[in-house]
């Protein structure tokens, strides 16, 4: 058991100095990133927005309930848009493009696979890795940091709509409070940079049970709960090894 | 190229710097385009060559028969460097197919139409965009020229009406159709057919079976063709070889092959359920298995 | 074509949105909103103990905050520290016998500096200094009062006594 698990982040592991080693080759093909930026980003922002917005609402009333027990309530705004920065923003939005865009991708590749469409490309002289799984890859870590800011910023807007609309707290002091105790470089930009890693990371495993999926359709069903299981687990320890030395 | 064709001896492996525009000439029937020197392969403990001696000549129709789970396939992929084998030598055009880099590899299949058993469309493309998919990946060709290239190929196979559909909308026939169109687009020197028959109607069949020869009478196109409905073979190869038990057990004219008379064909071509090919999986004793013998 | 085309503008359209948030959240809702400010002049404020303000707090008159702590140093000679509060111009009108105390907003929030409006006719100008300041509340101090005894904290400073007496 654990020797397989260590032969799959192995194999994981050479697969992703293939996806590098492939990137230069995939320039030639920016026009099929760019059609994947569209399938796993410009598609996944329903999603994103609507999480965004009910996670920043129940922060605000949860940390709201919390923070007037201490009577600091004033500090709403800096609590929210700190712990979605650092913490939720990147971390939510990799479990749920896990669950929306890393399944599509493992289903994509692992169909293609199956139906022999990647031995085509082969054949045709097309390389795979640069034709299908360095697109997918780019664009996961193209489009995951902008999917982030998207989800933070609807956050914010939730957490603003029950702090200072519901439960009367004043516009200015969240705004001001916010605003003095958060940070470009060591909050906002520490998210983009963790989520970029969860992008790399989500997409690489989801392109690599893909690719790697044994050809029937119940190698490609186990390969998408692989993906979703995988992904989540990376992201969380990744998030904690990242977090212990941005900090 | 063209200029000197008659210089190249019978039998003589190609030069491969003049291998390229070799898909349109005509007078060298005899020249040899694949050769294959004691192949041996196993796979996952199966033995599935044992020392298979192969030529393929330019410009005919091979075909290559076996019954099931004789590594026909297998074969395929081993002539275009998907698969290596354990020993042995396949040169193609000249070229050990095994000792080219991934750049020279890529160059030699780019000279290869190979139409696949599940036929392999990109799901995501049109038809249209389907059998420019080749033309687009290695040539910068301008657009028009393109859908001139493209429109020529789908009328060849009948389905230029279809050119906007996608692959899910079409038949099975269809999809092997627009496999063909794409396999031919770059009228590559070598089209490898793999298992075209399996599955298709009477009709779909025929067509098929009327495309690859008019293919071949037309352009002179060398075609490797493995299947095993002899029905459909023997009306468009040249000459058969017949694989079994890891060896090529028999080769000849379709015709000859049919009269033959080995326990191989017989059994192959009038279908026995017993014979060389045994019903039995290797097994132990029946009658241990069962607790009957003392 | 269309279809190759219509990928191209909503991935556009996303790298843009996307973006546009990752502005919002840079230019909005950090310290950046604040160095947004118009022109501004600085005046000077000593106190004996700032407690925990930091760089960037609000400068905060009547509870609306009206410029920022532009620096925070040690005087040499004094031993005290000097805060230099950068002023919004629009708010030009603060006389210039206000007084400047430190203060937390709530019991745990961060500490600001506010400003007493006094009555001069005269108002703070670029480089002026504010007289009057009050240091921040320690809480231990308090803490440590209450439980040993009004007399036995002897206080350190002329606010922090006069804190001390206003609780007794």
Same mark, same amino acid.
């Given at each position: 058991?654990?020797?397989?698990?260590?032969?799959?982040?192995?194999?994981?592991?050479?697969?992703?100095?293939?996806?590098?080693?492939?990137?230069?080759?995939?320039?030639?093909?920016? %026009?099929?990133?760019?059609?994947?930026?569209?399938?796993?980003?410009?598609?996944?922002?329903?999603?994103?927005?609507?999480?965004?917005?009910?996670?920043?609402?129940?922060?605000?009333?949860?940390?709201?309930?919390?923070?007037?027990?201490?009577?600091?309530?004033?500090?709403?705004?800096?609590? /929210?848009?700190?712990?979605?920065? !650092?913490?939720?923003?990147?971390? /939510?939005?990799?479990?749920?493009?896990?669950?929306?865009?890393?399944?599509?991708?493992?289903?994509?590749?692992?169909?293609?696979?199956?139906?022999?469409?990647?031995?085509?490309?082969?054949?045709?002289? @097309?390389?795979?890795?640069?034709?299908?799984?360095?697109?997918?890859?780019?664009?996961? @870590?193209?489009?995951?940091?902008?999917?982030?800011?998207?989800?933070?910023?609807?956050?914010?807007?939730?957490?603003?709509?029950?702090?200072?609309?519901?439960?009367?707290?004043?516009?200015?002091?969240?705004?001001?409070?916010?605003?003095?105790?958060?940070?470009? #470089? =060591?909050?906002?930009?520490?998210?983009?940079?963790?989520?970029?890693?969860?992008?790399?990371?989500?997409?690489?495993?989801?392109?690599?049970?893909?690719?790697? =999926?044994?050809?029937?359709?119940?190698?490609?069903?186990?390969?998408?709960?692989?993906?979703?299981?995988?992904?989540?687990?990376?992201?969380?320890?990744?998030?904690?090894?990242?977090?212990?030395?941005?900090? | 190229? !063209?200029?000197?064709?008659?210089?190249?001896?019978?039998?003589?492996?190609?030069?491969?710097?003049?291998?390229?525009?070799?898909?349109?000439?005509?007078?060298?029937?005899?020249?040899?385009?694949?050769?294959?020197?004691?192949?041996? =392969?196993?796979?996952?403990?199966?033995?599935?060559?044992?020392?298979?001696?192969?030529?393929?000549?330019?410009? %005919?129709?091979?075909?290559?028969?076996?019954?099931?789970?004789?590594?026909?396939?297998?074969?395929?992929?081993?002539?275009?460097?998907?698969?290596? +084998?354990?020993?042995?030598?396949?040169?193609?055009?000249?070229?050990?197919? #095994?000792?080219?880099?991934?750049?020279?590899?890529?160059?030699?299949?780019?000279?290869?139409?190979?139409?696949?058993?599940?036929?392999?469309?990109?799901?995501?493309?049109?038809?249209?965009?389907?059998?420019?998919?080749?033309?687009?990946?290695?040539?910068?060709? +301008?657009?028009?020229?393109?859908?001139?290239?493209?429109?020529?190929?789908?009328?060849?196979?009948?389905?230029?009406?279809?050119?906007?559909?996608?692959?899910?909308?079409?038949?099975?026939?269809?999809?092997?159709?627009?496999?063909?169109?794409?396999?031919?687009?770059?009228?590559?020197?070598?089209?490898?057919?793999?298992?075209?028959?399996?599955?298709?109607?009477?009709?779909?069949?025929?067509?098929?079976?009327?495309?690859?020869?008019?293919?071949?009478?037309?352009?002179?196109?060398?075609?490797?063709?493995?299947?095993?409905?002899?029905?459909?073979? %023997?009306?468009?190869?040249?000459?058969?070889?017949?694989?079994?038990?890891?060896?090529?057990?028999?080769?000849?004219?379709?015709?000859?092959?049919?009269?033959?008379?080995?326990?191989?064909?017989?059994?192959?071509?009038?279908?026995?359920?017993?014979?060389? @090919?045994?019903?039995?999986?290797?097994?132990?004793?029946?009658?241990?298995?069962?607790?009957?013998?003392? | 074509?269309?279809? !190759?085309?219509?990928?191209?503008?909503?991935?556009?359209?996303?790298?843009?949105?996307?973006?546009?948030?990752?502005?919002?959240?840079?230019?909005?809702?950090?310290?950046?909103?604040?160095?947004?400010?118009?022109?501004?002049?600085?005046?000077?404020?000593?106190?004996?103990?700032?407690?925990?303000?930091?760089?960037?707090?609000?400068?905060?008159?009547?509870?609306?905050?009206?410029?920022?702590?532009?620096?925070?140093?040690?005087?040499?000679?004094?031993?005290?520290?000097?805060?230099?509060?950068?002023?919004?111009?629009?708010?030009?009108?603060?006389?210039?016998?206000?007084?400047?105390?430190?203060?937390?907003?709530?019991?745990?929030?961060?500490?600001?500096?506010?400003?007493?409006?006094?009555?001069?006719?005269?108002?703070?100008?670029?480089?002026?200094?504010? /007289?009057? =300041?009050?240091?921040?509340?320690?809480?231990?101090?308090?803490?440590?009062?209450?439980?040993?005894?009004?007399?036995?904290?002897?206080?350190?400073?002329?606010?922090?006594?006069?804190?001390?007496?206003?609780?007794?």
């Amino acid at each position: 058991m654990l020797a397989k698990g260590l032969a799959q982040i192995g194999a994981c592991g050479l697969f992703l100095v293939q996806i590098l080693r492939a990137l230069p080759r995939s320039l030639r093909y920016l %026009r099929e990133t760019v059609r994947q930026v569209f399938f796993v980003g410009a598609m996944s922002l329903t999603i994103i927005m609507i999480c965004g917005l009910f996670v920043g609402m129940v922060l605000g009333l949860q940390l709201y309930h919390t923070l007037s027990i201490f009577g600091g309530t004033a500090a709403l705004g800096t609590v /929210v848009a700190l712990s979605l920065y !650092r913490e939720l923003g990147p971390v /939510v939005t990799a479990l749920l493009f896990a669950g929306r865009a890393g399944t599509s991708i493992t289903a994509e590749i692992g169909l293609m696979r199956a139906t022999d469409q990647l031995d085509a490309m082969e054949m045709m002289a @097309v390389d795979p890795l640069a034709y299908v799984v360095a697109p997918r890859f780019l664009a996961g @870590v193209i489009a995951m940091p902008l999917l982030a800011c998207v989800f933070n910023a609807l956050g914010i807007f939730g957490a603003h709509l029950v702090g200072v609309n519901w439960l009367g707290l004043d516009s200015g002091t969240f705004w001001s409070n916010m605003t003095s105790g958060v940070d470009v #470089w =060591t909050d906002v930009m520490n998210g983009v940079w963790k989520s970029a890693v969860f992008g790399a990371v989500c997409t690489l495993i989801a392109t690599f049970q893909g690719y790697t =999926t044994p050809p029937t359709s119940e190698g490609v069903a186990y390969a998408t709960t692989r993906t979703v299981v995988f992904s989540s687990i990376a992201t969380l320890a990744i998030d904690f090894v990242m977090t212990a030395f941005l900090m | 190229m !063209r200029a000197f064709p008659a210089v190249r001896g019978s039998g003589k492996v190609a030069d491969p710097d003049e291998s390229d525009s070799m898909n349109v000439a005509t007078g060298q029937q005899d020249e040899i385009l694949i050769r294959i020197r004691g192949l041996h =392969t196993v796979l996952n403990g199966k033995t599935i060559f044992d020392g298979v001696d192969l030529d393929i000549p330019r410009g %005919r129709v091979t075909g290559i028969m076996g019954p099931s789970g004789t590594g026909k396939t297998t074969l395929l992929r081993h002539i275009t460097g998907q698969l290596a +084998p354990d020993a042995g030598e396949i040169l193609v055009a000249g070229k050990s197919v #095994w000792k080219l880099d991934r750049e020279a590899l890529f160059e030699l299949r780019e000279k290869i139409g190979y139409l696949f058993q599940n036929s392999a469309l990109l799901t995501d493309f049109s038809v249209f965009e389907n059998v420019a998919f080749p033309l687009r990946q290695h040539m910068k060709l +301008p657009e028009e020229l393109v859908r001139n290239i493209v429109f020529t190929k789908l009328q060849a196979v009948g389905l230029r009406g279809a050119a906007q559909l996608m692959p899910s909308e079409l038949s099975g026939g269809m999809i092997r159709r627009v496999a063909l169109a794409r396999a031919i687009v770059r009228d590559p020197m070598l089209i490898i057919y793999d298992e075209p028959f399996v599955g298709l109607d009477p009709i779909a069949l025929n067509q098929i079976v009327k495309l690859i020869r008019t293919l071949n009478d037309t352009l002179r196109v060398t075609a490797i063709l493995v299947a095993h409905e002899f029905s459909a073979v %023997r009306r468009v190869a040249d000459h058969i070889h017949l694989l079994a038990g890891g060896k090529i057990v028999a080769d000849g004219a379709p015709e000859t092959l049919a009269r033959g008379a080995t326990p191989w064909t017989r059994q192959f071509f009038s279908g026995e359920a017993d014979g060389p @090919v045994p019903f039995h999986y290797p097994a132990p004793d029946y009658a241990r298995q069962l607790g009957l013998s003392a | 074509m269309a279809q !190759r085309h219509s990928f191209q503008v909503g991935t556009g359209l996303f790298i843009l949105l996307g973006f546009a948030a990752l502005a919002y959240l840079a230019t909005q809702t950090t310290s950046l909103a604040n160095y947004r400010q118009g022109p501004s002049y600085d005046i000077v404020a000593r106190f004996t103990n700032i407690g925990q303000l930091k760089l960037r707090a609000p400068v905060k008159v009547a509870g609306v905050r009206v410029g920022s702590v532009a620096g925070i140093a040690l005087e040499p000679d004094k031993l005290d520290a000097r805060v230099t509060l950068s002023i919004d111009d629009r708010y030009d009108k603060i006389p210039d016998d206000s007084s400047a105390s430190i203060f937390t907003s709530g019991l745990l929030g961060d500490q600001y500096v506010a400003l007493q409006p006094g009555g001069s006719p005269t108002n703070f100008k670029g480089g002026d200094e504010v /007289v009057l =300041t009050q240091s921040s509340m320690q809480l231990e101090e308090l803490i440590g009062k209450y439980l040993v005894g009004g007399d036995a904290a002897k206080p350190k400073s002329p606010d922090a006594a006069a804190s001390g007496d206003k609780k007794e």
